[in-house]
């Protein structure tokens, strides 16, 4: 009988520890981590951070040592089990909306979908619905998740394409790490009046807030560090030195806000169809009408999955109206000169 007790006690548990935990993170101490502190284990083993650690703590069975609750100071011994459990959260001021997702990858810790233009990443003033936060959370609600909405990167409004989201708070610990390291690979496609100066090449300018505007970004001496690469791909109306328009591979070595839209005006090829950083009295009504919005899409996304340490790529096809003016770039040219792809 208490045998039965026991075991149902145990099951109970286990439910008790589903509902309110995410799947814990799980270490074995080996031998050459043996005698040191827990938290020194956590942070050699799985990277996590004293932001984490100090939350998980708080709860009964967020930081356990063979299931029993530890500071993070305590020793461990060979053989041990340390398990990391955070609470689970929603985003309870997101509106879930029953909205349309393009889902690319997902699985208990990630999500990754295709954005289209003229959908906002978060809920922002004026705009509290609508966004790829209320169809996420409302995708997550129907599937019974109880997960709160981290994104990884975000993408301007009018930016299709890619974009990451983080499933819980060590995932997007660990993917925010990896993309300030340089190795989160981030690939855009844009279509830009005229022509790069050269086939390819760097654009390694600082980016600022505009003083005088600060809601725009402007290059300046004074500001942060900004590093864009490109590689023209396709050249309508004629080769480099006379281009009408060329499609731009691009990777991003930094990520400011606009960083593209800034440095490829800086360059003399600002984005068909940018209203902010566009070409003014050159631009091409045809081509601007057609896109209705800038011509810049998040083509895509490398990365390590946190947990499995997987290699993992997403891409994200051109959108209906870049291949539209992509056929009107083509019908404007007498011919489109290929120029190699960007591997």
């Not at 935990?21 to 074995?28: A, D, N």
Request: with cysteine.
């Amino acid at each position: 009988m208490k045998d039965a007790e026991g075991l149902k006690a145990v099951e109970g548990l286990k439910d008790e520890l589903l509902l309110r935990y995410y799947k814990p993170l799980t270490v074995t101490v080996s031998e050459q981590d043996a005698g040191k502190e827990v938290r020194t284990v956590l942070e050699r083993r799985l990277g996590v951070s004293r932001k984490l650690l100090s939350q998980v703590k708080l709860t009964e069975h967020g930081l356990t040592l063979n299931e029993e609750r530890v500071y993070t100071t305590a020793k461990v011994s060979a053989g041990d089990i340390i398990r990391v459990r955070m609470e689970r959260e929603q985003s309870d001021d997101i509106l879930p909306q029953d909205l349309p997702l393009d889902i690319l990858f997902e699985d208990e810790d990630l999500l990754v979908v295709n954005k289209p233009a003229g959908v906002i990443v978060h809920p922002t003033h004026g705009h509290y619905t609508g966004t790829l936060a209320n169809g996420v959370v409302y995708h997550w609600l129907q599937r019974g998740e109880k997960v709160r909405f981290r994104p990884v990167h975000r993408l301007d409004e009018e930016t299709s394409g890619v974009v990451a989201i983080a499933k819980t708070g060590y995932v997007h610990q660990q993917l925010s790490e990896q993309m300030q390291r340089g190795e989160v690979d981030k690939r855009y496609l844009a279509y830009v009046y005229g022509a790069p100066p050269a086939p390819t090449g760097v654009v390694d300018e600082p980016i600022d807030r505009d003083p005088e505007s600060p809601h725009i970004r402007i290059v300046t001496p004074t500001g942060y560090p900004s590093l864009t690469r490109y590689e023209a791909v396709k050249h309508f109306g004629g080769g480099p030195g006379e281009a009408a328009a060329t499609l731009v591979k691009l990777k991003l070595e930094t990520g400011r806000t606009h960083q593209i839209r800034v440095h490829m005006k800086h360059l003399g090829c600002p984005l068909i169809g940018d209203k902010m950083y566009g070409a003014d009295a050159n631009e091409i009504t045809a081509w601007e009408d057609c896109v209705n919005r800038q011509a810049l899409h998040a083509a895509s996304l490398g990365f390590v999955h946190p947990l499995t340490g997987e290699k993992m790529e997403f891409h994200a096809p051109l959108p209906p109206e870049l291949t539209a003016l992509e056929a009107l770039l083509k019908q404007h040219s007498k011919h489109a000169s290929n120029v190699r792809f960007w591997t």
